[in-house]
């Protein structure tokens, strides 16, 4: 072929694509898959989210704001994180996604069927009264699918027959914690910070009669015991409030055998005062026959259970604070998580 007939074939073909790629650009768009919200969010004009439920195949958990706060139901209204019930509602009014299946028969193919999906409910203000707990949206949460920066999942309206693909996955945000249900939050002053919270400027642990004051005043740390009254190294009393700020505890107990589990005279006694807010009483058993204690927090009515060392570390003798020979008892909370 010689080079004139080269370049005339050249020119044919770049017409031929050039014409390809018009006619596709002014083609229907009916192949491409329509983008639709999973929920529509008017039906929520007006009213106002008070609880959430999950049910699974196990039975439903519920959270109920109370006071401003979420509160677990099932963990004996343990105060949860806001942020993970708000992104969890969020995540539902602002899921989109693609329809991928149409009717009742494929649903455990998406991981829907009853003894795998996880129902997701929204209630409103009418739950107390309502036989049918005023359900404002349900939606049934099937398997999760790689992809996306907020991950993917199979989801369709509890009752109804389409499945979408939507763009993100609400069950990252209910993993649970140490047996709890999801959401928990499982720091030992969850609900106890205001907000501008900065950090505790008085620290008073009493026991047996006895009072242990650690506070800030002007530049430095003070500790005074016994009449006493000596500077504190910043390190201890910087550790002590961070395990506070930074511990976790492993379960909960109710209230009701506040009592029981000795915590009516209690052990120990620590008052926390933050630099915003009101102060915080903790009220802490001694350690039971099975290792356990408990910490009564009386702002918000929790009893959370910690272990025999946690018990040691909440409640401190002088020397923990003033003996430089010994390790920080609390060096690991001062490092940032």
Excluded at 19 to 41: N, Y
Excluded at 202 to 218: F, N, P, T, Y
Aim: hydrophobic share 40%.
């Amino acid at each position: 072929m010689s080079g004139v007939a080269k370049l005339l074939l050249a020119l044919l073909l770049l017409a031929g694509l050039d014409w390809a790629l018009e006619q596709r650009w002014h083609a229907p768009r009916g192949a491409d898959p329509v983008i639709e919200k999973l929920a529509d969010r008017e039906r929520l004009a007006g009213r106002q989210v008070v609880a959430v439920s999950l049910t699974d195949a196990g039975g439903p958990t519920f959270y109920v704001r109370r006071r401003g706060q979420w509160r677990c139901e099932n963990a004996h209204r343990a105060v949860c994180d806001p942020s993970a019930v708000e992104g969890l509602i969020a995540s539902l009014l602002e899921a989109r996604g693609v329809e991928r299946a149409r009717g009742a028969g494929r649903e455990a193919a998406y991981g829907l069927g009853p003894d795998a999906r996880l129902v997701v409910a929204l209630h409103g203000e009418r739950l107390a009264e309502d036989p049918g707990r005023d359900v404002l949206l349900s939606v049934d949460l099937g398997k999760s699918t790689p992809g996306g920066p907020r991950g993917m999942t199979f989801a369709r309206e509890t009752g109804g027959e389409r499945v979408l693909e939507i763009d993100r996955d609400p069950r990252a945000l209910l993993r649970s914690t140490g047996g709890l249900p999801p959401m928990v939050d499982t720091t030992l002053l969850a609900g106890s910070r205001a907000s501008g919270f900065g950090g505790l400027k008085e620290m008073r642990i009493e026991r047996e009669g006895r009072v242990l004051r650690v506070a800030l005043e002007g530049e430095g740390w003070v500790i005074e015991r016994d009449g006493r009254r000596d500077p504190c190294p910043p390190w201890r009393a910087g550790g002590f409030m961070a395990l506070w700020i930074r511990g976790r505890y492993e379960g909960v107990e109710s209230p009701a055998r506040a009592k029981e589990l000795g915590l009516e005279a209690p052990g120990g006694k620590v008052v926390l005062v933050p630099d915003v807010g009101e102060e915080v009483e903790l009220r802490l058993s001694p350690v039971d026959a099975g290792g356990r204690a408990y910490v009564w927090n009386r702002g918000t009515n929790v009893v959370m259970v910690v272990g025999r060392e946690m018990q040691g570390l909440l409640l401190p003798e002088a020397s923990m604070f003033l003996d430089l020979e010994r390790a920080n008892p609390w060096e690991r909370w001062l490092r940032k998580p």
